[in-house]
Structures are given as structure tokens and as C-alpha cells.
């Protein structure tokens, strides 16, 4: 092949992933343009101060679901964090065959659909306590997040010198005490990164809290009566026939995108920067 | 050092309980969708019939939903998705500043909650399909499953191109510049050296945005328009495993109905874990690999 056809066919091939590439920008741009252009003249200082008002009513915000989401964010960190803190440190600390087993396990549970996870939840709490309630969604999304911060514990601890250990152990330390007061304090950037990463994959779940969390119009702080969210209200006010509720479903939207980006972006540029 | 010992067990005890856990989820699932396959047996997944009040549950056309829109997914984003990871793998090895942007940007897609696209895919994408479906002269709906394909796609392509990228940067060095040395040009280097080499990393990327695209719920509910019979083309409106179960489940009517939502549940959660698993040897053995 002479030489001319070999550089036409890199140029070809070139512009291809360049373009393609760029293609997939394309939704991002879109997405986060409509969310930003519909979603600004829906949110005032009364969005998320007041409760939401019957469509066709001005006014309104959407106070419940935040509170709720907050709640259920709570329970889910309480839950999630030692368990997952706990599991990392276990993989960090053992090798052999249960090791490898726990790690296949955390793998796999990331990948369960997150509405399968719902429907555990309901059968492992709704139904026994006869009601929907925001612990039970608060169980569903511990049990999403986890597998974030056993991973985020493990790879952190992975990464520590082993002289760090060492040294606490050479000084005397009992085992245990150089866990706790040496191993632990300086994963915790890590650790602490991993558990945010979990709170902003969790913040936008809709699925899990269907028949767990369920939607309640009002404010409500009990952990055993249903609570909305901020996902859940952009989802059932987007399927409403409503237009103002629409365009509260963009301003709830917006909020939730902003949160979760302000998260990714700390991890990113904060004092615990992952990598 | 007894305290020693003890934070031992309790490191223990943690992991023992975590496997029963997972084991009881299995099980949980089982027992739950007793009903439903004591009633129906394999009848469930050949069957077309899905009536609650008459309480005849048939799941065909739900997995079809759920295999139509996952393939047809895959078949759109997976060009891209390499495209993408063969673009960042070279070029952000160059040090190519605008590449770090286009990571990063990717990284914010796979960010955005997935009721947050069916939102966007609901008021933009629906109007545009339905526009496509006028000009095709074919009945406009607008939702359906090629609206729930597309946005899926959308989704999961950083899925399928940050593990693609990584095997791409994964490339020893000396091998792209002995390849250069030869005289080769990128697209021959990409050709007989990244491919060939990143080839399993690719599949394992692929089935890991098979596994989210299985399982997606919220944006495929809001855009496959909920018909619980067989979709009769891609632009007819049909219901996913995922979706028909968002859709039903709070409101089922009688044990049987909520038995055989939890027993599609049951599928998606094995299927899904059968293609993880898959996905989590192959990632194992390249990384053992090098």
C-alpha cells in the first residue's frame, strides 16, 4: 500500500473517533442545558422552603422531598459506613480463599439492579412492619452505597506504606491500636472520599424507593412513615399530566444535579483527592 | 492481646455475615416468588399473558423489552464507547489537554441519576421520535422501546468506555513505539497493537454496560410507554423486567401479582449477576495478564 493511501486511511480514522467522540458529548450538553434553562425559573427561596401546593396552584416547593432525601441519605450513611469500613479493612488485612470470596460478593452486589435491591428492602422490612417507611428506603440505599465504601476503604488501605503499620507495631502498639490509631486516620481521606462518591450515586436513586420510601406530600421526620425525595418527586411529577408540575420537576432536577456535581467535584479537587 | 484477638473476630464476623447476607438475598428472592412459580412453573417465561386481575402472568413480553432494548443499546453506544476510549487512551498519553476535558465530561455523564435522562429523554427525545415517526409514516407514539434504546444507549457508554480506557492506557509503551519506530501510523498501531491487546478488556466493557443496561429502571419506565403485551416493532411501546415491576409493584393486586413481580425480579437479579460474574473473570485475567 503505498504511502498516501496508508496517511488517507489514519486521517479517516482519526476524524472518526474524533467525531464520535465529540458526539457523545452531545447528551451531556443537551441534558445539562434543558436542565439548567427549565429549571432556573422554577427555583426561588420558597422552593425549598414550603411544602408543594395542588397542581395549579402557584407556588410551592419542595421541602418534604428534601428533608426526605436528607433522611434517607442518614440512615443509609449509619448503616453503610462501618459495615463498608469494616468489610474493606477485613479485605485489606486477609488473604485466601473467603477474601477472594467477600471481593467476588461486593462486586457482585454493585451490580444488582438497584430495583431488585427495592424489592428486598420491601420484603425484608415493609412487609413486616405493614407499612412503607423511610427506613426501609434508607435500608435499600445503605445496601446500594456499600459496596462503594468497601471498595473505596480497601483501595485505600492497599495503597498505605506498610512501614506506616510497622511503625506502630515497632513502637509497642498492640495490633488493634495501630489499626485504630494509626492505619484508620490516615486511610481517612480515602475512606472519607469513597463515602461522598456513595452519597452522590445514592442522592439520585428513584428505583429503590418506589415501594420503600414511597412519596409523602408532607414533612415528616419519622423514620417508620414514608418520607418523599427529591428523585422520587421529580419522577412523579414528571409522569403527572401537570405543566407547573413539570417545571418543578426541572427545578428539583436542577437541585439534585447540583448537588451531585458538587460532590463529584470536591473528591475531585478537595483535600482528598482520589489518585 | 486479647483486644487483638477479639477485633480479629469482629473483622471476621463482619465478612461471615456480609456472605450471609448475600446468601439471604438469594434466598429471600426465591421464597418470595414461591407462589408464582409453584402456579406457573417454566409457563412463565413462554408466556405472553400478563393480566393481573384475571391472574394470568406470563413474562415474555418483558423480557423481550428488556432483551430488544438492551442489544439494540449496546449496538448503538458500543462505536461510540471505543471510539471514546481508544480517543482518551491515545490522546490523553500525549498529554492532549482537551482530552482530560472530554474524560472528565464523560465522567460528570456518568454521574447524572437515571430519572434525571428519563426527565430529559421524556420531553426531548419523545418529541423527536415521534417527529421521525410522522415523517416514517408510522404510527407516532413517540415512547416505545427504539425512545427507552436510545436514551439507554446514552447511558451507558461511560460504562462500557472507562474500563475500555483503561485497558487502552494499560498498553505497554515500548509496544506503541516500537510500533511508531516501524514507520506505523496511529490508525496501524490502534489496528495491530491496541486492539489485539485491549480485545478481552473491550468484551469485559461491554458486558458491564449489558449488566446496567439489564437493570436500568427509571429512564427506560418513563420513555417504553408501559404496554403489558408483546412489542409488534421497535417503535411500538412495550415494558421492561425492570420497568413493569416500577410500575406494578406498589399497587399489586393480591400476593400472586407481587409473586410474580418479585419472581421477574428474581431473573434480572441472576441474569445480572451471571453477566457481573462473567465480566469480573475477564477483568481478573488480563490484570493477572500483566
Redesign the interface.
Known sequence: MSTRA??I??R???A???S??L???L??L??LI??ISKGYSAISLDFFTKLPTPPGDPGGGILNSIVGSLLLIAIAVVISVP?GV??G??LS??RGP??S??E??????Q??????V???A???IVKPLGGFSALSGGVALAIIMLPTVARATQETLIRLPTSLKEAGLSLGA????T?WKVILPSAMPGILSGVLLGV?RI?????PL??TA?GNPYLNLNPLKPVDAV?LL??NY??SPYSDW?QK??GA?LV??VF??GI?ITIRKGPWKRR | ?D??K???I???L??FL??LF?GI?FL??II?SGPSIKAFGWKFVISTEWDPTAGKFGALPFLTGTLLTSFLALLMST???F??A???GIYSRKGLRFAYI?DY?????A??????????A???LVPVVRWMEIKMNITPFGVGIFTASLVLA?MI?PYI?SISKEMVAMVPQDLLEAGMALGA????V?KNIIVPYCLSGFYAGILLGL?RA?????AVT?VIGNFNGMPKDLFSPGNTM?SV??NE??EAVGDLHLSS??QI?LW??LV??I???VG?VIVRKVSIRR
Request: glycine share 8%; no cysteine.
Open positions: 496508508r496517511r486511511k489514519d479517516i480514522f482519526k472518526t473517533i474524533l464520535l467522540s458526539l457523545t458529548l447528551p451531556l443537551l441534558i434543558t436542565i459495615t469494616g468489610l479493612l477485613y488485612e486477609t473467603w477474601a470470596l467477600v467476588i460478593l461486593i462486586n457482585t452486589l451490580g444488582i439492579p438497584s430495583i431488585v427495592g424489592i428486598l420491601y420484603l425484608w498492640s495490633y488493634t491500636r489499626i452522590a442522592a439520585g436513586e428513584t428505583a418506589l415501594f414511597f428523585p421529580v419522577f414528571a409522569m413539570h420537576a426541572w432536577s439534585l444535579m451531585i456535581l463529584n | 492481646m483486644g487483638d477479639a477485633f480479629r469482629g473483622l471476621n463482619t465478612a456480609f456472605i448475600v438475598t429471600s428472592l418470595a462505536p461510540l464507547a471510539s471514546l481508544l480517543f482518551l472530554l465530561a464523560v465522567d460528570l455523564l454521574g447524572i441519576p437515571s430519572v434525571i435522562y428519563g426527565l430529559w421524556l420531553f426531548f446514552i457508554i468506555s501510523t496511529d490508525w496501524e490502534v449488566g439489564l437493570g436500568e429502571t427509571m418513563m425492570a415491576i416500577a409493584f406498589a413481580l418479585i425480579g434480572l437479579f445480572n449477576v453477566v457481573n460474574l469480573q
